[in-house]
């Protein structure tokens, strides 16, 4: 390649050379994500901050309060105090969204949904951000900002572009089984009620001896899963845009409570140092063969809010709030999220966002955070300042979350260490041949080649056949020839 064609270096917005667009500065290639990575963090405050006061990302959201009921016993796991015994009953909010559409946008595009949960426990608000799907697009947070710009408008006319959409992805293995799911009928839930929702990330639990263990959380519809055909949702997309919004509020007004039931996959601590694939790589699922999902408890949903504004618009969900007994993973897509949902909330709710009701804790708050705007809590004569003579509040070690050891490395920007099934494509390949039906096959191949076929490049087209083709060979000749057909159909 010439100098005139090799593309620019990228920079930050100083104009300082950036060594990686792809990879967090982290503590050996398992260990965690360093805060003084300045280019990483900058950038994700700058993506925090490109559109006020919507949303960046699952900007179109519904949502409802309810309660979370323990139904098994899980102190061998955790000691959480909020699932510490089998009837216990914890109020919460939940808030399902759209990813990439705006505050307008139809419910029913093709798009994952956010599924978003608030726990009020006595120990302080427990917050799980995921998605209605168990694995997600990346599993760096250093590529967050450059995908979902990719999912958005183009800057010249402002219009959705399914060529920059599928130049990202298949420049982005890692995507495919994401993609996969998203491309499928899945991609359209027909209700909000109809779907599942994943935790999609890895946390750790710790029992009341120390005891620790990896989790994944998941939570099925009781309802059963229903979803629409791509006709089916661009039909419903014109006739109703609000129509998830719509089925959800009018289902609990009518006393049809949707409940989802929580099952829980549980890892040893000691088996991810050795599992053939990287457990932590959100790209991924673990095989319910190998840990088979635990039935805990169930979620309902019973109670519309009273103002959409006030408790939708305004919830604000960080996974950095977790409480005793649960802790994070090296998870590299967890690790920048545990600092960019709560920025994002500071910037576009404000610096006291969780004084607001649907976001305050519903036990007693002792913080030495004073002051800014809106600020309605606070502390009297209570000392400002940590450490103090004057009976202030006092940190308490025994609350330290769960960790986990990082050996001795240097400082760099790692992919994943490989481990044995590592290979992008094949669980994406797994869920077409062995999961899906042949009516899910044939779903899913006419919806690539619909979207594919839509304004996108010949030169990305060759790449999306090749990038299925390695998903599986009788995939990627279905979409070539979907392909061929379109084009040869707009050439006659």
């Not at 993609?179 to 109809?194: A, E, K, N, Q």
């Not at 610096?351 to 007693?364: D, F, G, R, S, T």
């Not at 060759?462 to 379109?486: H, S």
Request: net charge negative; charged share 25%.
């Amino acid at each position: 390649m010439t100098d005139d064609l090799r593309p620019p270096t990228t920079t930050t917005d100083s104009g300082i050379p950036v060594a990686s667009d792809e990879h967090s500065l982290t503590v050996g290639p398992g260990g965690p994500t360093v805060l003084h990575d300045a280019y990483v963090v900058q950038k994700m405050q700058h993506f925090n901050r490109e559109r006020v006061p919507e949303r960046v990302v699952h900007a179109k959201g519904s949502g409802a309060h309810g309660y979370f009921e323990v139904t098994e016993d899980v102190s061998q796991w955790t000691s959480a105090s909020f699932l510490s015994g089998v009837g216990k009953r914890t109020p919460m909010f939940a808030r399902f969204s759209t990813v990439a559409g705006e505050l307008g946008s139809p419910d029913t595009v093709r798009d994952p949904r956010g599924f978003a949960l608030k726990f009020y426990t006595e120990q302080g608000n427990y917050d799980l951000v995921g998605n209605n799907t168990p694995v997600f697009f990346i599993r760096d947070a250093s590529k967050f900002s450059d995908f979902i710009h990719s999912q958005k408008r183009l800057p010249d006319t402002g219009i959705r572009s399914n060529d920059m959409q599928w130049d990202f992805w298949t420049l982005s293995p890692e995507s495919a089984h994401q993609v996969t799911i998203l491309m499928s009928d899945r991609g359209t839930p027909r209700t909000l009620r109809h779907m599942n929702g994943y935790s999609s990330h890895t946390y750790s639990w710790m029992n009341a001896a120390g005891e620790r263990f990896w989790v994944k959380y998941h939570w099925k519809t009781v309802q059963g899963i229903e979803n629409f055909t791509l006709a089916e949702a661009d039909a419903m997309a014109g006739e109703d845009p609000d129509f998830h919004r719509r089925d959800l509020w009018g289902a609990i007004a009518a006393g049809d409570a949707p409940e989802w039931r929580l099952e829980m996959q549980v890892m040893p601590f000691e088996e991810a140092a050795d599992y053939r694939f990287n457990p932590f790589d959100l790209t991924k699922v673990w095989p319910h063969s190998d840990y088979p999902p635990i039935t805990i408890g169930r979620m309902v949903l019973d109670r519309n809010p009273e103002n959409h504004f006030a408790e939708v618009e305004q919830a604000g969900f960080a996974p950095s709030n977790l409480v005793p007994g649960i802790g994070l993973s090296p998870d590299k897509m967890l690790m920048g999220r545990i600092f960019s949902y709560h920025d994002t909330h500071l910037h576009r709710i404000g610096a006291n966002y969780e004084q607001l009701p649907v976001n305050a804790p519903k036990c007693p708050v002792h913080s030495y955070n004073k002051d800014a705007a809106m600020t309605y809590r606070h502390a009297g004569a209570q000392p400002i300042y940590a450490p103090n003579s004057y009976g202030g509040p006092k940190a308490d070690p025994s609350k330290e979350l769960p960790t986990w050891s990082v050996e001795a490395a240097e400082m760099g920007r790692y992919a994943y260490e490989n481990h044995r099934d590592d290979d992008d494509f094949i669980q994406a390949g797994t869920l077409y041949r062995y999961v899906m039906k042949d009516a899910d096959r044939e779903h899913l191949a006419t919806n690539i080649v619909a979207h594919a076929s839509d304004g996108v490049t010949a030169v990305v087209q060759e790449r999306v056949i090749r990038y299925w083709t390695n998903v599986d060979p009788d995939l990627g000749a279905r979409v070539a020839a979907g392909l061929n057909r379109a084009q040869m159909a707009k050439a006659a």
